[in-house]
């Protein structure tokens, strides 16, 4: 009986290790796949990271090209005022002609009066001729004078818008400047959280293996003591 008794308890300690070894087993098993599961999840959080990087490129490169596309349509527009201002300078030019033509035809009007006139006093129509002529060259000059007075207001004015839309294309470019000195440090913030995320989860990492270890020595300084 004491011999059955002994081979019974040879047989449960069998049995009692085996269900150890296979407990241990299982659990070394769920390890790996908890490790694969986390190199799973690094995986899916790297890839996540690429598309929203391409993602966030890919808008950036849109939003540039609507910028371009609205400054072109801006200098359109510029360009299409310019083109209205030089119509109506063209305008006012040709109604200038028109009135220097109706000055012309009242001149030749004033000049067959005088040529009427000059046949009763010759004498008082040369004088008055003299007179006329002073007169008429007197206006030509006043006319130079104003035409080169409104060139050169108009030489003005070109250069202001030059220098107004000089400008204007260096504020833009320092406010790109800034934009892009913003969103390269936006990105480099984020890259630096990302390596202290990285660098969190790798002492997650290792602390999960020194707690396995030390379950596995618990479990090895119970298995001595058993025995």
Known sequence: ERERERERKEEEERKRR????????????????????????????????????????EEEELERERERER???????????????????????????????????RERERERERERIQREEEELERERVRKEEEERVRKEEEERER???????????????????????????????????????????????REREREREHERERERERECARRKKRESNVKRKRN
């Open 71 to 105: 400054e072109r349509e801006r200098e359109r527009e510029r360009e299409r005022e310019r083109e209205r201002e030089r119509e109506r300078e063209r305008e006012r030019e040709r109604e200038r002609e028109r009135e220097r033509e109706r000055e012309r035809e």
């Open 18 to 57: 085996e269900a150890e070894e296979e407990l241990e087993r299982e659990r070394e098993r769920e390890r790996e796949r908890e490790h694969e599961r986390e190199r799973e999840r690094e995986r899916e959080r790297v890839r996540k990271e690429e598309e929203e990087r391409k993602q966030r490129e």
């Open 147 to 193: 035409e080169r007075v409104r060139k050169e207001e108009e030489e003005r004015k070109r250069r202001e818008e030059e220098e107004e839309l000089e400008r204007e294309r260096e504020r833009e470019r320092e406010r790109k400047e800034e934009e892009e000195r913003k969103r390269r440090e936006a990105e480099e913030e984020l890259e630096r959280e």
